[in-house]
C-alpha cells in the first residue's frame, strides 16, 4: 500500500502548500497529477524526486508513469525495492525488471509474503522448472496478481480433464502461461469443443495443446472458424481438414486467405499445378502456406535442370509436396547415386518422388546393396516404402525375389513376375542404345 507522508507531521494548511507544490513539480516534468488527489503524496519535492529519478532508473518514461501514476504513492525503501529485490530473486535480471514494471505496474504494491510466494509455490507444483519461473512471471506478470483458487486451478482441471498429461502441464505454463488466465467456459472449452466437432478426438487434441500450446490464443469466432471456411473454399476437402488441423495447428491463426492465395497464384505460375493440384498439395502438407518461395523453387529448379518436363515436376511435386522443403544438395547426393549406382530412369522417379525423401546413407544405400548382393531389382516403392523389419521379410520371402538375369518385375500387393516381353538376348545387351537396355531390364512400376 501506499507509505504514510515522509517527514513531520503537518498541520492541514501546510499540507495543502506541501501537495501543491509537489504537484507543480510532476507537472514540470510533464506528469499529470489528476489522478493522485486520493493519494497521500510525499510532503516533500526531494522525496518525490527520489521516487521519480528511481523509477526512470528502472528504464520507465514520463509516459509510462502516467499510464499508473499510482506508483509514485509507493515507497521506494518499504514498497519498490523489497518487490523488486523478490522478483530478482526468484531468476528475472535487473536489466529486465523495468520491462516487467511497465507492462504490470501494479506489482509494485504486491506484498511478497501474501501475494507473490503463494504463487511461485503453485507453479512450482504444476512442475514448472525454479530455473523458468522468472521466463514465465517476465512474459505474464499479472500470474503475480491472481486468485490461486480462480481460474489458474479451473484451467489446469479442465486441461487435465480432456487428457493433457498432469506432468506436461508445467511446459505448457512455460511456453504459453497465459492459458492460465483463460476462462474455460468462454475461451478454453469453446474452442477444444469446436476442434472436436470438426473430427479431432479428444485425446489428439490433449497433444495438439501439450507441444503448440499457444493455439489457445487463437481467437476462436474471428481467427478459427474463419480460417477453417477458408481452407475449404480453396478445394480443401471437408474430410482433411481434420488432417491438416493435426499436422499443422498453427495454421488456424495465420492470416490464411491471404497466404494460400499468394501460393497458389504462385504454384499455378512456377509449376503450372492447377487450383485442384494446389488443394491436394496443401492436404498432404499444409505447411506449404509458410513456405518462403524462394525455398520452393530451389528444389523445383534442380528438377528442371535434370531435364524433367513441367508436367512431370508438377505431378511429383503433387504427389509428394515434401520435395520443396528438401535441401538441395542432399537431393544431388541422392539423384547421382540413383543415376550411377542404381542405373535408374527419370521415369522412377516421377512415379515415385518420395525417393528424395528418404535418408542415402542410412537407407536407400543399405538396402540396394542388400537388393543387389541378392541379384535382384525392384521397384523404389517397394524397397524403401516400408519399415526395417517388412523390407527383411520381402528379401526372405520365395514368393517375391527372382535373379536379376530374369529381368523381373514387381506388382504392389503381388508377386515378382516375368515382364510380358523375352529376356534381353545377349546381342541386345550389347546394343549401343543402353538406355533403352536399361530401360528393359528396369522394375515395371
Do not use: H
Not at 506449404?288 to 524462394?294: A, G
Amino acid at each position: 500500500m501506499p507509505s504514510v507522508t515522509w517527514g513531520m507531521v503537518q498541520g492541514r494548511k501546510e499540507k495543502l502548500v506541501s501537495r501543491v507544490i509537489v504537484g507543480d513539480y510532476l507537472k514540470s516534468l510533464g506528469i499529470i497529477p489528476d489522478e493522485l488527489e486520493s493519494l497521500e503524496l510525499p510532503s516533500t519535492v526531494e522525496v518525490m524526486k527520489e521516487r521519480v529519478e528511481f523509477l526512470q532508473r528502472l528504464g520507465l518514461t514520463i509516459d509510462d508513469i502516467n499510464g499508473y501514476p499510482m506508483m509514485l504513492g509507493y515507497s521506494v525503501r518499504k514498497n519498490i525495492i523489497p518487490v523488486l529485490g523478490y522478483l530478482e530473486k526468484i531468476g528475472i535480471s535487473r536489466s529486465k525488471l523495468g520491462e516487467l514494471v511497465k507492462n504490470y505496474p501494479q506489482v509494485l504494491s504486491a506484498s511478497v509474503v501474501v501475494e507473490f510466494q503463494p504463487v511461485i509455490k503453485f507453479l512450482r507444483g504444476l512442475d514448472v522448472e525454479k530455473p523458468d519461473i522468472g521466463y514465465v512471471l517476465q512474459n505474464y506478470p499479472e500470474l503475480l496478481g491472481f486468485k490461486l483458487e480462480g481460474t489458474m486451478s479451473t484451467s489446469v482441471a479442465y486441461l487435465v480433464s480432456i487428457g493433457v498429461s498432469p506432468r506436461d502441464i508445467g511446459p505448457m505454463v512455460t511456453q504459453y502461461p497465459y492459458f492460465l488466465g483463460m476462462r474455460v467456459g468462454t475461451v478454453i472449452k469453446p474452442f477444444v469443443d469446436y476442434l472436436v466437432s470438426l473430427g479431432l478426438p479428444k485425446m489428439i487434441v490433449a497433444r495438439m495443446l501439450e507441444k503448440r500450446t499457444y493455439i489457445l490464443g487463437y481467437d476462436l469466432e474471428e481467427t478459427v472458424k474463419p480460417n477453417v471456411d477458408c481452407l475449404i473454399s480453396f478445394g480443401i476437402r471437408r474430410e482433411a481438414i481434420v488432417f491438416i488441423v493435426a499436422q499443422y495447428p498453427q495454421i488456424l491463426g495465420l492470416p490464411l486467405k491471404a497466404k494460400l492465395s499468394s501460393q497458389q497464384y504462385f504454384f499455378n505460375l512456377k509449376m503450372k499445378i492447377d487450383a485442384e493440384g494446389f488443394a491436394r498439395v496443401i492436404e498432404k502438407m499444409p505447411q506449404i502456406v509458410s513456405l518462403d518461395q524462394n525455398v520452393i523453387m530451389k528444389p523445383v529448379q534442380f528438377l528442371l535442370e535434370r531435364k524433367i518436363p513441367y508436367g512431370d515436376v508438377a505431378k511429383m511435386v503433387v504427389k509428394c509436396p515434401q520435395l520443396l522443403a528438401l535441401r538441395v544438395p542432399l537431393m544431388k547426393s541422392s539423384y547421382y547415386f540413383f543415376k550411377s549406382e542404381m542405373g535408374g530412369l527419370v521415369k522412377e522417379l516421377v512415379e515415385f518422388p518420395e525417393y528424395f525423401t528418404y535418408c542415402l546413407e542410412s537407407r536407400i544405400k543399405p538396402r540396394y546393396q542388400m537388393l543387389k548382393n541378392k541379384g535382384i531389382r525392384s521397384s523404389l516403392d517397394w524397397f524403401l516404402n516400408c519399415s526395417d523389419k517388412r523390407f527383411e521379410e520381402r528379401l526372405e520371402g520365395d514368393d517375391c525375389i527372382e535373379p536379376e538375369s530374369l529381368a523381373p518385375s514387381f506388382c504392389m500387393g503381388g508377386k515378382l513376375e516375368l515382364p510380358a516381353c523375352k529376356i534381353l538376348s545377349d546381342k541386345e545387351d550389347d546394343s549401343d542404345d543402353e538406355d533403352e537396355v536399361l530401360f528393359r531390364r528396369t522394375v515395371a512400376l
